[in-house]
């Protein structure tokens, strides 16, 4: 090796290891470099972009703690639409049962006359018919319940009951026309604007308890009679009985009534006989009164004292002699009447009037009345 070359002062070392170390320093700040700016190039443009969209603030403190907070509501509220779902699929499944289970009952109730609780309820609270009458309905739990409380006055033939209408019909078709007389009867009482109101029942009710000894005692007379209660009687006896009284009057005074028209006709050809001199009276009301009793007393009344009867036709009768018969007809509620005063007599000690008579009734007959409105009416039965 060359002498001149490896002779290096101490200074010319100095010197060189300065300018290798400073190269070194070059290379590595130039590889930095390159590094440095292949980083910048992929992250300047997402750094870019995240500088361009709004940034939300810091959150704050209290912030913080209600996101903290908020997990569980938010997992409940995930979790409820299908709890809801749930509770809608149980909501429908109970209502197709309660269909299904209603629709089971009518046709039961139709079809197979089922009559227990549920159907009971299920025709209460859907209205079901029985039927109808001129257009009207004959409700199915008015039918089902006369069924239960009326078969025992039914079958014992109780008056108020039992009628001439459905004597010969069987217990479910006895508690059917029943039905439908009292909804002909309603709807006769509304055309004559003489509907019965609950009050006027009242007042009936009323009448009946004062003739016992408290409403106890009425109580057990009509359970033992009728096998009903206070409430049950009146709703359901005396209702039929009052309204079918009522409109017997009213058509006896009807004149577009040929019913009515036909029995006063009838009253004043036998009135006609009455007058005529010699006439056997008695026989006579034997063979033309409608009163059952009379038929076979000769129409005798009995003895009648003053204020016993209707005030106009008192005053007509107590005025005539004995023997004579009353030249005009007495019409009533029931019909027609013919009188005859038979004797008079007058009590000593306070002077009132009494007197004997014998009468003939030519009656206008509900029942009758009734039927000619049946045979007439469209009545569709269901049950």
Same mark, same amino acid.
């Given at each position: ?20 170390? /400073? ?44 996101? +903290? #907070? ?12 299908? &709890?809801?779902? !749930? /509770?809608?699929?149980?909501? =429908? ?6 269909? !299904? ?30 039927? *109808?009458?001129?257009?009207? @309905? ?19 033939? +109780?008056?108020?009951? %039992? ?7 069987? =217990?479910?078709? &006895?508690?059917?026309? +029943? ?6 009867? %309603?709807?006769? !009482? ?6 019965? *109101? ?35 009687? @009146?709703? &359901? ?6 309204? @079918? ?7 006896? #005074? ?18 006609? !006989? ?26 005798? *009344? ?34 027609? #009447?013919?009188? &005859? ?17 014998? #009468? ?7 029942? %009758? ?11 569709? @039965?269901?049950?």
């Amino acid at each position: 090796m060359d002498e001149k070359k490896n002779n290096l002062t101490p200074e010319r070392k100095a010197k060189l290891k300065s300018d290798v170390l /400073a190269e070194l320093d070059n290379q590595v700040a130039k590889s930095a470099k390159k590094v440095i700016s292949k980083i910048v190039k992929k992250v300047a443009p997402i750094a870019t972009a995240r500088l361009a969209s709004p940034q939300p603030d810091k959150p704050s403190v209290k912030q913080m703690r209600y996101a +903290r #907070h908020s997990v569980l509501p938010e997992s409940k509220a995930k979790a409820s639409p299908s &709890k809801l779902l !749930l /509770a809608v699929r149980i909501i =429908l499944m109970i209502l197709i049962l309660f269909i !299904l289970t209603t629709a089971i009952s009518i046709f039961g109730i139709y079809k197979l006359g089922w009559e227990n609780g549920f159907n009971y309820y299920v025709a209460k609270t859907l209205y079901l018919p029985a039927g *109808t009458v001129a257009g009207e @309905k004959i409700k199915a739990v008015d039918y089902f319940y006369d069924k239960k409380i009326l078969t025992t006055a039914l079958t014992a033939g +109780r008056e108020g009951v %039992e009628n001439t209408l459905w004597e010969n019909l069987g =217990l479910e078709d &006895k508690i059917f026309n +029943r039905l439908a007389i009292l909804k002909l009867m %309603e709807i006769e !009482l509304k055309g004559y604007n003489q509907p019965l *109101t609950n009050s006027e029942l009242n007042e009936k009710m009323a009448e009946i308890v004062s003739q016992f000894d408290s409403d106890s005692a009425t109580e057990e007379t009509t359970r033992q009679l009728y096998s009903l209660s206070l409430n049950q009687f @009146k709703n &359901k006896v005396l209702r039929f009985v009052v309204m @079918k009284d009522r409109l017997q009057g009213l058509i006896v #005074h009807d004149n577009n009534i040929i019913m009515s028209r036909d029995a006063k006709a009838r009253a004043e050809e036998i009135l006609t !006989l009455a007058l005529q001199p010699n006439v056997d009276f008695a026989t006579l009301a034997g063979q033309y009164t409608e009163d059952e009793a009379g038929i076979y007393t000769g129409g005798d *009344t009995g003895w009648i004292n003053q204020g016993e009867l209707d005030e106009q036709i008192e005053e007509a009768l107590f005025a005539l002699s004995d023997g004579v018969v009353y030249d005009q007809l007495i019409v009533n509620d029931l019909g027609y #009447h013919i009188f &005859k005063v038979e004797q008079k007599l007058t009590d000593p000690n306070d002077g009132r009037e009494s007197i004997r008579a014998r #009468h003939i009734l030519i009656s206008v007959d509900i029942d %009758e009345y009734l039927r000619e409105l049946l045979t007439n009416t469209v009545i569709v @039965k269901y049950l």
